[in-house]
C-alpha cells in the first residue's frame, strides 16, 4: 500500500493503469499459499459479487490504509534474519 499511495516501485498494472488509491477491503492470513489461491479466487469474480463482498465488509467505502502513513516507513534496508537458536 505504501508504494501503491507513494508511487514508488509500483510496475505497471492495474493499480496503477486506474491510478487506484484507497484500501477499501482486505483480509488477513498467515498462510502465503492460502493468500495467493483466495487473491486468485478474488480475480476471477464477477464485479457485482466483489463489490457485495466491500460493501458487507465496509460498507462506506473509507480508505482503510489512512492513518498508518505515519507509522509505516519504507525499509532502507532488510533486517537480518534470526535463526531459531536465536544466532544472528
Given at each position: 500500500m505504501f508504494e501503491h499511495k507513494h508511487k514508488?516501485?509500483?510496475?505497471k498494472g492495474f493499480s496503477q493503469?486506474?491510478?487506484l488509491m484507497?484500501?477499501?477491503?482486505?483480509?488477513?492470513?498467515?498462510d502465503i499459499e492460502g493468500a495467493i489461491k483466495r487473491e486468485k479466487q478474488l480475480k476471477?469474480?464477477?464485479?457485482?459479487w466483489k463489490i457485495n463482498l466491500i460493501n458487507q465488509?465496509?460498507?462506506?467505502w473509507m480508505d482503510l490504509s489512512?492513518?498508518?502513513w505515519g507509522m509505516m516507513k519504507?525499509?532502507?534496508?532488510?533486517?537480518?534474519?534470526?535463526?531459531?537458536?536465536?544466532?544472528?
Amino acid at each position: 500500500m505504501f508504494e501503491h499511495k507513494h508511487k514508488h516501485k509500483v510496475e505497471k498494472g492495474f493499480s496503477q493503469k486506474y491510478n487506484l488509491m484507497k484500501l477499501v477491503y482486505y483480509e488477513v492470513t498467515n498462510d502465503i499459499e492460502g493468500a495467493i489461491k483466495r487473491e486468485k479466487q478474488l480475480k476471477n469474480w464477477h464485479r457485482d459479487w466483489k463489490i457485495n463482498l466491500i460493501n458487507q465488509f465496509n460498507p462506506g467505502w473509507m480508505d482503510l490504509s489512512e492513518g498508518f502513513w505515519g507509522m509505516m516507513k519504507p525499509a532502507k534496508e532488510m533486517p537480518k534474519q534470526v535463526r531459531h537458536d536465536n544466532k544472528i
